[in-house]
């Protein structure tokens, strides 16, 4: 199962971004592990400074705005 | 064109009589709304196509390790082109600190960055023309300047949260961007998106602000407290302007109006930077890597400059 991040401490982008991805997966039908990331040293420790950030099974992929859904999809699928 | 569609909408449609307030302000507004989100729209798009914005990790790559005159030199500039989120302004603190940014030239970025971008230059010049838009960059990035410099003197090391010292931060490995025409558009789009999604409140405050201005203040009301002779003018703009938050594109069209019925120039490039930069909710945000001397500091090192530059345009204009 793949295991999504989303780091990012309270912004309104983050919140919309989280559940975007929730949302993408529940209707491709794929069983992802969702985890909001809020402690600053942890967001950082990925050199993220524009939040949100996204990481996908512990690699980095996208960083500041919402993602666009052809990323999103890209993450749950591929 | 702006003026005819305009025209045609609050008299032609709406049938109010030219002249009076409600149609002043009215016109006012859906002259400003549609020029403003036209041009918006328009340079965010050509900007995210040639990739013109930076992001924070980027310019903290580009001013780590400079000498300080550069590196002061280059987080103001780079403050100045980079629409960055208020949200993210703890998260690049802490990512200056750690890359050992002196944190006067953190402060110089800072102040420019929310002052001051390229979307609210272009803007500016197509409302106010060159030579208003000319002032205000030139006024903000001489505050920022000089504003990272006095907050150095006071030792603010002191007062930063002790927690920022001991974030690590990783190596930050994203896949490359798409290079394609196709991959630009797409990013531009978003980009576009992204960005008045985030500002369109403020400015459609601003544009509303300035139409009330525009349509309901008297101008004899106007020449006798704002225009300049009456010092206490400058520094009460700029009190006005903390507790009031605009972005730098929003307080375009108030500017406009004030202009336009005869506020000091000074008066107003003060209340529009004091709106723009100094703002209590951005100063709650920053609360969290520095405490209140700090936060003191910063607000009052940013009122005097911003009195200071009123004074100076309003004694010389």
């Known amino acids: 199962m793949k295991t999504i991040k989303v780091l990012g401490s309270g912004c309104k982008n983050c919140e919309t971004t989280a559940n975007l991805i929730r949302i993408a997966a529940e209707q491709a039908g794929v069983a992802i592990t969702l985890e909001k990331v809020t402690d600053m040293a942890e967001i950082m420790s990925y050199g993220v400074m524009s939040t949100p950030g996204v990481v996908v099974d512990g690699k980095l992929v996208h960083a500041g705005g919402l993602p666009g859904p052809d990323q999103i999809r890209e993450w749950i699928d591929g | ?317």
């Not at chain 2, 580009?62 to 980079?82: H, M, Q």
């Not at chain 2, 998106?193 to 509303?208: P, Q, T």
């Not at chain 2, 700090?294 to 004074?311: E, I, P």
């Open chain 2, 1 to 317: 064109m702006f003026d005819v569609l305009a025209n045609l909408i609050v008299y032609g449609l709406l049938g109010l009589t030219p002249g009076s307030a409600p149609a002043d302000a009215l016109h006012f507004f859906v002259m400003d709304t549609a020029k403003i989100f036209a041009l918006l729209v328009i340079i965010i798009y050509v900007m995210g196509l040639l990739r013109a914005l930076l992001s924070p990790e980027r310019v903290r790559e580009y001013v780590r390790g400079k000498p300080r005159w550069l590196a002061r030199t280059l987080a103001i500039v780079l403050g100045a082109v980079t629409p960055f989120c208020s949200c993210s302004s703890v998260p690049l603190f802490i990512g200056f600190v750690e890359a050992g940014i002196p944190l006067g030239v953190t402060f110089s970025f800072l102040i420019a960055s929310p002052m001051i971008n390229e979307v609210a230059a272009v803007i500016l010049v197509g409302i106010l023309g060159w030579k208003l838009a000319a002032l205000y960059v030139a006024a903000g990035l001489t505050v920022a300047w000089v504003g990272g410099v006095v907050m150095e003197r006071f030792r603010p090391e002191r007062w930063v949260e002790a927690y920022v010292w001991q974030i690590h931060m990783g190596q930050m490995q994203l896949p490359e961007p798409d290079r394609s025409l196709a991959g630009r558009h797409r990013f531009a789009v978003a980009e576009v998106r992204e960005i008045v999604g985030r500002i369109w409140k403020w400015v459609v405050a601003g544009i509303a602000v300035g139409a009330l201005f525009h349509g309901y203040v008297p101008e004899a009301w106007v020449a006798e407290h704002l225009a300049g002779d009456a010092w206490y003018s400058v520094p009460a703009a700029v009190l006005l302007g903390i507790p009031l938050y605009s972005n730098a594109t929003g307080v375009i069209p108030i500017a406009e109006a004030m202009l336009g019925k005869g506020v000091a120039i000074g008066t107003t490039l003060a209340l529009m930077m004091s709106i723009a930069a100094l703002s209590l909710p951005e100063m709650l945000i920053l609360r969290k890597v520095i405490r209140w001397p700090a936060l003191a500091l910063y607000a009052s090192v940013l009122a005097v400059a911003f009195t200071l530059v009123g004074w100076l345009f309003n004694a010389f204009a």
